[in-house]
């Protein structure tokens, strides 16, 4: 069922045409048995006035053998539904008093009292014979079938027709008032659309009808455990990550302390200093996902220069660039984008982070900030080993690496890096995507920042 609105207006149109045509086909019924009694009513009218009529040799007489003196021809007539009733005058004997044009010269059914069907002149027709006692005559009078139901159709058509014809009309209503009543499940799916990410509070609907009451309910329900399952998630990570940074850092020292005593460190200890290092690293990320979490960062945008951004981190990251003697190279201008500081700084930090940890020593890193006529770009390019394309989606995955833990850059990670660039992008309703670096052939992320997202971040240039 791809529209509620479209299947009740069908399903009520079905069911009207249902009810119309059956009580129209009831009504042709009872109408036709009607229009019979009417007609073989109008029969007896006739006869009646038929038995007014003096018997031959009077003034008003017919005389059956000059009657083409006494009538009009039938070319002449206008035969109207009255005047295709024939009838007939007959004495006792049998003898023909008069007729009307359209009857035969011979008795047009046996001389019995009632109605009957007979067959004459190439038609149908409805027969009523009555005998006069006084004046010892028998009346025919006869009506054709064809006239009958035609002049009962056309009543009862006259009727169905406007019936039939409003049925396109009562469509259009139904459309509009299953529309209208149907305004609030749109009331309440642009209250929940139009909401921010952040925003898990109840629903308030006026005037809910008691119908909507249920699914209104529901969904404060829904928004209530999400919100209590997002606080317990977050609080989780911010505890355990805050809990672990004590015990951390306190293995560091420690190691620090134990490859300082010792004249030869052994690989054993080298390689427990760069796990601890690596939980370490581990926990920040933690950090920095509960810190860039919507419901924080929703209302702390604010306009700044993300080229001084950028050269800012740069300033504060470049000892590990220079301790794996990469070259380093800064391209752009200012550039206004409105956006969060600390999210923004952790965005760059991560990309300037990944693309010294798997660029090689002696490689090049390409970083450039440009300013577009609608859109902010920031490009990071190395000549590291790159990603395939068919991981590219993959590797936005938390904890996802490739290559798992044995990357072939030998370079250790959380895989958490990607996963929070793609994070905070997502909060700035920018776009990012990678490629293959044209110019140093390993890794090309490219971030837009559009004038026209999710947050209306406005976007500026100079």
Request: proline share 4%; hydrophobic share 45%; charged share 20%.
């Amino acid at each position: 069922m791809a529209s509620i609105r479209l299947f009740l207006t069908l399903t009520l149109i079905a069911i009207i045409v249902l009810v119309t045509f059956l009580s129209s086909l009831r009504g042709y019924q009872e109408s036709m048995i009607e229009a019979e009694r009417l007609f073989d009513l109008q029969l007896l009218e006739h006869v009646k006035l038929l038995s007014l009529i003096k018997p031959a040799g009077d003034s008003v007489g017919l005389s059956a053998t000059n009657d083409e003196l006494l009538l009009p021809q039938q070319s002449d007539l206008d035969l109207s539904a009255e005047m295709l009733i024939a009838h007939q005058v007959f004495a006792d004997d049998g003898e023909l008093l008069s007729r009307s044009v359209i009857a035969p010269l011979s008795a047009m059914g046996p001389f019995e009292i009632g109605y009957r069907d007979v067959n004459f002149n190439g038609y149908r027709w409805r027969l009523l014979v009555i005998r006069d006692p006084d004046a010892q005559r028998w009346l025919m009078a006869a009506q054709r079938y064809d006239v009958r139901y035609e002049l009962a159709e056309s009543v009862i058509l006259q009727s169905v027709t406007p019936t039939v014809l409003g049925i396109p009309i009562a469509a259009i209503l139904i459309w509009f008032i299953v529309g209208y009543g149907l305004r609030p499940i749109s009331q309440l799916a642009r209250e929940v659309r139009s909401r921010e990410a952040s925003d898990l509070s109840r629903v308030q609907l006026d005037g809910v009808p008691r119908e909507l009451t249920p699914l209104t309910q529901s969904t404060n329900d829904l928004l209530r455990r999400l919100q209590s399952s997002f606080s317990r998630e977050k609080r989780f990570a911010a505890d355990a990550a805050h809990e672990l940074r004590t015990p951390i850092s306190t293995l560091k020292v420690q190691i620090h302390n134990l490859l300082a005593e010792l004249e030869r460190p052994s690989a054993t200890a080298e390689e427990l200093r760069q796990g601890v290092d690596a939980m370490g690293h581990l926990v920040e990320q933690i950090l920095v996902l509960n810190r860039t979490a919507p419901d924080q960062y929703m209302v702390q945008f604010v306009p700044l220069d993300l080229y001084e951004l950028v050269r800012e981190v740069v300033s504060v990251e470049f000892e590990q660039v220079l301790q794996r003697e990469q070259v380093f190279e800064l391209e752009g201008g200012s550039a206004i984008v409105s956006g969060d500081v600390t999210a923004l700084r952790s965005l760059v930090q991560n990309l300037l982070a990944n693309a010294s940890k798997y660029t090689p020593v002696g490689g090049s890193i390409h970083m450039r900030v440009s300013a577009l006529d609608d859109k902010v770009q920031l490009r990071v390019e190395d000549s590291g080993p790159g990603i395939p394309q068919e991981f590219h989606d993959r590797v936005f995955d938390r904890f996802y690496r490739l290559d798992g833990d044995r990357h072939a850059s030998g370079a250790s990670g959380s895989g958490l890096g990607l996963a929070i660039v793609k994070h905070i992008v997502e909060m700035h309703g920018a776009s990012i995507a990678l490629s293959a670096s044209e110019k140093l052939g390993g890794l090309c992320v490219t971030i837009s920042f559009g004038s026209d997202h999710k947050n209306n971040n406005r976007i500026a240039s100079s």
